[in-house]
């Protein structure tokens, strides 16, 4: 009798932990704060509006195009006479 009251209270111990466990986890996550949203630095092409990060965009001077082929549309159909 004493071995099954032993492993009684050793369950009840291990239940207890369990239980108290999973309700701390379960706090944690509906108490964390979300992440911060990254903020990306976009502009428009000077050519075709298009909106893309700042980081990918191809410049020329101050403006700002999606892909060399629509700055160089743009330099010849204004007539670049930066040269």
């Given at each position: 009798m004493p071995i099954f009251r032993g492993l009684l209270l050793v369950a009840a111990v291990w239940l207890v932990f369990v239980i108290s466990r999973h309700l701390l986890r379960s706090h944690r996550a509906r108490t964390a704060s979300p992440p911060a949203p990254?903020?990306?630095?976009?502009?428009?092409?000077?050519?075709?509006?298009?909106?893309?990060?700042?980081?990918?965009?191809?410049?020329?001077?101050?403006?700002?195009?999606?892909?060399?082929?629509?700055?160089d549309q743009k330099i010849h159909a204004i007539g670049d006479d930066r040269k």
């Open positions: 990254t903020y990306i630095a976009t502009v428009d092409c000077a050519s075709c509006g298009l909106r893309i990060p700042k980081t990918e965009a191809v410049t020329d001077g101050n403006r700002y195009f999606c892909c060399t082929q629509h700055r």
